[in-house]
């Protein structure tokens, strides 16, 4: 064989080799890329279903979130309609009033139509305290059905707030009943405390089973009765205080009256006393006149000489008469200006000038005692508008009193005094045996005498702080005492200021 013709076969064989190796690889290149391709594809569908379970699941997301917002619009507006009904209740404090502020436009504002509050009232009978969004007709037949069937107690015995969604066995027969009755199907009940325990309930519902209640519709209204139930309790608190205001009104009232009746017959009886001390003074006066006259006479021994032992008896008669005429005239006085019956002259009156006239009136008692009275007036006093006569007689009783109750020799007597606007206070005070609280306390009682050995020697009838005490308050002045058991006293009283001063006085007389 040539070579030339086996040289083309072979060209041929192998460029056939080639062709088959090439297109055996490319071939191979292919189903690998196929491979691929379908690997991807597969991939891709996963993807693609992944993807379409995340499309469904925003969307159930958003379709859950768009729910709540409307649940949370729903309770943010319900909050504010509890925060006006709140405000509302807040207003009154009468218990009827409560139930009259909770009107259909809260119950709608908490996003209910109709509503009805079961308790029991003043006399503890069970009825149907308000309602709206019943008629009349309704709101008795549910007021009858609630009651006989029992529904108060069951709310008493459950305690807490539920609706017609909840779940629990127990409420079975109460929702029941509710529905039953009331051809309610969407409600919600929330029993009323106050302080006192349990009150009665407040039912809240929508006449359409479609318009569901929510938890939040529970909590909502479990917070109104809250409120009502405090409200109720401030209305009570409110009441009782008032009724205790009016109680001890009353009582002041009362016992104004008790002691305003007990003051007239004190009086009636102070009068009857006056006049009849009046009366028998006057009475005793013209026999005392006659026993004095007649001892005077026998005495002066114009109807004959009398021997010495009855003259020393007459002596005796003559100077008790003069003491019994002094009791006498002090009694007239003492009741006369406690009747009103005896009118204070408003004259100038100079205090230093009455001071030295009683000093010198009682230096024979001073003398006697080897004490002396000091005064220790202010320059420029002013004069006192009083009744010369009277305060004179002031003067004389307090300081007489005085000299009695100091030690001899050491005895110190000082009569002081002070200005104020309108008044001035004189002061007589001593460094006598002095007075026990005790005793100060009814110093200007009539015919008190401490018991002392002073007043056991001195004659005295008691009467005369009584005396001094009834001109000073019929000059519309204060009379007071300061005292000390063995320290000493000091009786202050205060006159009226006259305008005019004693230099102005002077030059007018
Ligand atoms: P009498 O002087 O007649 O007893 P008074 O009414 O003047 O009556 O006085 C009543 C009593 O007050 C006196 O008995 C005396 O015990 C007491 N008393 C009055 N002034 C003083 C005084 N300056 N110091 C101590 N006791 C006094």
């Avoid at 909502?220 to 401030?234: E, F, M, R, S």
């Avoid at 000091?374 to 307090?398: C, E, G, H, W, Y």
């Avoid at 005790?438 to 050995?453: A, C, K, L, P, S």
């Avoid at 063995?486 to 230099?503: C, D, E, H, R, V």
Wanted: aromatic share 6%.
């Amino acid at each position: 064989m040539p070579p030339s013709a086996e040289f083309p076969i072979n060209i041929l064989g192998i460029s056939s080799m080639l062709l088959i190796i090439s297109l055996s690889f490319i071939l191979m290149l292919k189903s690998q890329r196929i491979q691929q391709l379908s690997q991807t594809m597969r991939y891709l569908k996963k993807s693609l279903e992944e993807m379409d379970e995340q499309a469904k699941l925003i969307v159930r997301t958003d379709l859950k979130l768009n729910k709540a917002q409307e649940e949370l619009d729903k309770r943010v507006n319900g909050l504010y309609a509890m925060q006006r009904i709140s405000q509302e209740l807040s207003k009154t404090l009468n218990q009827d009033e409560i139930f009259r502020r909770i009107n259909q436009e809260h119950i709608t504002n908490i996003g209910f139509q109709k509503a009805i509050i079961v308790a029991k009232n003043v006399q503890g009978t069970l009825q149907i305290r308000h309602s709206t969004g019943f008629n009349e007709e309704e709101t008795s037949y549910i007021e009858a059905g609630l009651i006989e069937k029992g529904i108060y107690a069951m709310v008493k015995e459950y305690n807490s707030t539920f609706s017609s969604i909840s779940e629990a066995d127990t409420l079975r027969k109460a929702k029941h009943i509710i529905t039953a009755i009331t051809h309610l199907d969407s409600f919600v009940l929330s029993p009323i405390s106050k302080k006192d325990g349990y009150y009665g309930f407040i039912l809240l519902s929508n006449s359409s089973a479609e318009t569901l209640v929510s938890e939040g519709d529970e909590e909502l209204v479990a917070i109104l009765a809250t409120h009502i139930g405090q409200a109720l309790d401030n209305a009570e608190l409110f009441e009782a205080t008032y009724s205790q205001h009016q109680e001890l009104e009353r009582n002041v009232l009362a016992r104004t009256k008790e002691l305003s009746d007990a003051l007239n017959e004190i009086n009636v009886i102070s009068k009857r006393k006056t006049d009849f001390v009046s009366a028998v003074s006057h009475e005793l006066r013209t026999p005392l006149t006659s026993i004095k006259g007649y001892a005077s006479i026998l005495l002066s021994e114009k109807l004959g000489v009398i021997p010495e032992p009855v003259k020393e008896r007459l002596g005796k008669i003559n100077k008790h008469s003069d003491e019994l005429t002094r009791l006498v005239n002090d009694l007239l006085d003492i009741a006369r200006i406690e009747s009103g019956r005896f009118e204070m002259k408003s004259e100038l009156f100079d205090i230093r000038h009455a001071v030295e006239t009683t000093i010198d009136l009682l230096s024979p008692q001073l003398k006697e005692k080897s004490i002396t009275a000091t005064m220790n007036l202010p320059q420029n006093l002013s004069l006192a508008l009083a009744d010369k006569t009277q305060i004179s007689r002031v003067f004389i009783n307090l300081m007489g009193n005085a000299i009695k109750f100091v030690p001899e020799k050491t005895g110190l007597i000082s009569v002081s005094a002070f200005e104020s606007t309108d008044t001035i206070q004189i002061t007589i005070s001593d460094n006598g045996i002095g007075m026990s609280p005790t005793d100060t306390e009814h110093i200007f009682d009539e015919f008190y005498r401490v018991d002392n050995d002073i007043n056991q020697k001195v004659k005295g009838t008691g009467l005369g702080l009584t005396l001094v005490k009834n001109i000073i308050r019929a000059h519309k002045g204060r009379i007071w005492v300061a005292s000390r058991l063995n320290q000493g006293s000091a009786f202050s009283f205060t006159l009226p200021k006259a305008a005019q001063t004693p230099l102005e006085s002077a030059k007018n007389t």
